[in-house]
């Protein structure tokens, strides 16, 4: 079924609003009912993740981080160590960053500014170390800062080692739909596989080997 550019505008319209906020997603699916969950989720995603390259090198400025950093020690000492868990999720959340993207402009700040690096680990680059940390925080030294990343990764679905496995698992889950339907319906194509033995540089999931019309678009790939 195909969705209406003004159906389309007023949920975009609808995320605009709210798509900083952790539920956004179930708010947009209780306005808009009638769409499949999965549709408004690609739509989201589309939208949060184009919002963030908008505003990342903003964040990425130094004045920027080091605003962050400050802001996050401050708020860090006011509460106890059992109660901060959450502070870098609604920290990311009050800037607009996704939550993984603001754990590492926090993790990198504290590292150079309290010498995490020094530790046994710190043979590679620091970029290294950090990307390092990002993907294994139980190696983070410091442990309340570590919980913190932890959670972080935790909830964020755009961004992350986590949001990451699920992209690749949703991948692959609808190339095998894909395949499986073309197989049904008789329609020839090419594999990754085939075109990479027939050396194409580019191998999308499936070329078909005789392209069809939908919508007055040629469809080959």
């Keep these: 079924i195909m969705m209406s550019k003004d159906t389309f505008l007023k949920i975009t319209a609808g995320i605009e609003a709210v798509w900083f906020q952790r539920d956004c997603l179930q708010r947009i699916c209780k306005d808009f009912p009638h769409t499949p969950r ?57 800037v607009h960053l996704a939550p993984t993207l603001f754990a590492r402009i926090i993790l990198e700040q504290c590292a150079l500014k309290n010498q995490l690096l020094h530790h046994p680990n710190t043979g590679a680059s620091y970029s290294a170390v950090v990307s390092s940390w990002m993907k294994h925080p139980s190696s983070i030294p410091d442990k309340k800062l570590q919980a913190q990343v932890k959670h972080c990764i935790l909830n964020d679905t755009h961004y992350g080692p986590m949001a990451e496995n699920l992209k690749h698992s949703v991948g692959y889950q609808y190339e095998y739909l894909l395949q499986e339907k073309l197989e049904e319906l008789g329609i020839p194509f090419l594999g990754e596989k085939d075109l990479r033995e027939k050396g194409y540089d580019k191998t999308p ?12 678009c040629m469809v080959r790939v």
């Excluded at 006011?78 to 868990?85: A, E, F, H, I, K």
Aim: proline share 1%; charged share 25%; with cysteine.
């Design 38 to 94: 999965d549709t408004l989720l690609s739509i989201y995603s589309q939208y949060y993740q184009l919002q963030t390259k908008r505003s990342h090198g903003s964040h990425r400025r130094e004045s920027k981080m080091d605003e962050y950093y400050h802001k996050y020690q401050y708020m860090s000492a006011l509460g106890s160590d059992g109660s901060t868990t959450e502070l870098l999720l609604c920290l990311s959340q009050e």
């Design 205 to 216: 999931d499936f070329k078909l080997e005789v392209p069809f019309g939908v919508c007055a």
